[in-house]
Each structure stands twice: as C-alpha cells, then as structure tokens.
C-alpha cells in the first residue's frame, strides 16, 4: 500500500515569490493533515481536512496561506507571498477517520529554503 | 492546553543496548492518547508506538515499549538492542481529543539518539 506522497521534495525560492505544496494520502483515509516544521522544533499543525472541509485552520496564517482539497483526496497548500521566515518543513498526513483518532502516517515532507 | 516535554536534546547508546527515551506531558483532558515518532534524516515521521490513556497494560511494539506512567504523567519509550538504524530523531505527541482542536497533535521538540558501534 502507498504511503502519502508529497511534491516537491524540495524548493528554493526568493521571499515574495509563490509556492505550493502537494500531498496525496493514503487512499481511503479521510483525514489530512498540514504541519510545518521549523528547524530543530517537533511539527506543528495548520489545518486539518475532514474529507474536503476544513475542520481545524485556526494556526494558519490566512493572509498569506491558503489551502485546499475539493475533492477529499488530495491537498494543495500555498503560501504568497513567501516570507524568510516561511523556511520549513511542511509535512503531510493523513488517517483514517478522525473520530477514533486513528493513527497519523505522514509523507516524507516538503523543504522550503527562503531566500 | 496540551504540552509535551523532551528534556533530552540528545542520547547517545551503544549497539544492542537498550535505551531510554523521556517524556512527560500536560493535558487537562481524562482521555488522551500518546505517540512516538521517529525521524530519519529523510524527513519522514514514522509512527512508532501508541498509548492510550485508559489502558491498563504498557503498549510494546517489537523492540520498542513505552513506560506509561500516568500518576507523573510520563510516557518515557524504551528501545531494546539498539541498532545503528536507530539513530534518528524521535518526537513525543499527544493528540487532543476533544473540542475544535480533536485529532490535532502536539509535539514535544524531539530527542536525537545516536547509536554507536
């Protein structure tokens, strides 16, 4: 079975310039999940997914991110403009229904370098 | 508010030793579950191990068992014979389980463990 997938695996761009984040899940699970991880800190949640509604947003920055999933699959995240700061790790996951608080698998992740 | 803490930057064990991982946490909540994760150099988080906090036994998974001390609220996890693929970052997290925030984990800032020959 397939793990979640994430593209690109890597991106450098110059601050101002827009970016985005692609993740598939696993297939069947309905949950996803978008976290940002900075450097030497554990990952930190910015909105989960509860098939295409988005059930939890409150950590993230809605003046420069946005993200969807239309059709409860797969995930698009965006940031525009990018910000210095903005240099993370974004990581993916997904699980199988959220009312039982199943597991989290989580894709190999997305490094963002800020220039 | 949910809150982890990892007071070991890093660990350091030889092969085929066994080592300990700490961890306390902080919820309000009655029930709550407890995650261990590990993270390669790769990137990828790689579920570990799971406790939740009505079971009575310690959950064990292969060569990884997780010392849950509910009282003191620790949740250290345990790595018997050690090996050199081991080494690797390893994060703590609960996961809320109620209210606005349910299913949301929240991560202590992680313990390097390097395993050396």
């Known amino acids: 079975e397939a793990g979640v997938v994430q593209s690109p695996r890597y991106k450098i761009i110059e601050k101002k310039q827009p970016v985005a984040f692609w993740c598939n899940p696993i297939?069947?699970?309905?949950?996803l999940y978008w976290y940002r991880q900075n450097l030497g800190q554990g990952p930190e949640l910015l909105i989960r997914?509860?098939?295409?509604?988005?059930?939890?947003d409150s950590q993230l920055p809605k003046d420069r991110f946005s993200a969807e999933r239309l059709k409860g699959v797969d995930s698009t995240l965006k940031i525009q403009p990018a910000e210095l700061g903005d240099s993370a790790v974004y990581l993916c996951a997904s699980s199988l229904d959220l009312a039982s608080l199943e597991t989290q698998y989580f894709g190999p992740g997305t490094r963002l370098l800020v220039l | 508010a949910q809150k982890i803490t990892q007071t070991q930057p890093g660990m350091f064990v030889q092969e085929k030793e066994a080592v300990t991982l700490d961890c306390t946490y902080d919820t309000s909540d009655q029930s709550y579950g407890l995650f261990w994760y590990k993270q390669p150099s790769s990137g990828e988080m790689i579920f570990l191990i799971y406790?939740?906090?009505?079971?009575?036994q310690n959950a064990t998974e292969g060569r990884y068992s997780l010392n849950f001390q509910k009282a003191r609220k620790s949740a250290n996890l345990v790595i018997s014979a050690s090996q050199l693929g081991d080494s690797a970052m390893y994060f703590c997290?609960?996961?809320?389980?109620?209210?606005?925030?349910?299913?949301?984990?929240?991560f202590g800032r992680g313990t390097q463990l390097t395993v050396w020959p």
């Open positions: 997914y509860e098939n295409e509604e988005a059930v939890d």
């Open positions: 406790q939740g906090s009505y079971d009575e």
């Open positions: 997290a609960n996961v809320a389980t109620r209210g606005s925030t349910l299913g949301r984990l929240y």
């Open positions: 297939s069947g699970h309905n949950t």
